[in-house]
Nanobody, 123 residues
Framework: QVQLVESGGGLVQAGVSLRLSCTAS????????MGWFRQAPGREREFVAA????????DYADSVKGRFTISRDNNKNTVYLQMNTVKSEDTAVYYC????????????????WGQGTQVTVSS
């Protein structure tokens, strides 16, 4: 298990940019594939983006492709989610997750989760 702490959420207007951060408490952060998921009110949690342990591969949900960018800084044990041109439909609690698989786009492929950070986009 890895302890994950998200930050950077808040109330923003549609069209602006926002960056989420997730810091992991582990000595082997570079070994993990890191993912971002989100859960909107009344909806199931859904995949947003993932970055492979080496950083060479990234995956995105179609709904955020071209607007969101996932990146990582292994020296800081941190993964980021840069959210550009946010929309009201991006409103959700955003969760960071850690897993071992090279390709991980579903919840069951991650073993550690953060508590989440709320993002609210007003139109």
């Amino acid at each position: 298990q890895v302890q994950l702490v998200e930050s950077g959420g808040g109330l923003v207007q549609a069209g602006v940019s926002l960056r989420l951060s997730c810091t992991a408490s582990t000595r082997t952060f570079s070994d993990y594939t890191m993912g971002w998921f989100r859960q909107a009110p009344g909806r199931e949690r859904e995949f947003v983006a993932a970055i492979r342990f080496g950083g060479a591969r990234t995956d995105y949900a179609d709904s955020v492709k071209g607007r969101f960018t996932i990146s990582r800084d292994n020296n800081k044990n941190t993964v980021y989610l840069q959210m550009n041109t946010v929309k009201s439909e991006d409103t959700a609690v955003y969760y960071c997750a850690a897993g071992f698989l090279a390709v991980a786009t579903t919840e069951d492929q991650y073993h550690s989760w953060g508590q989440g950070t709320q993002v609210t986009v007003s139109s």
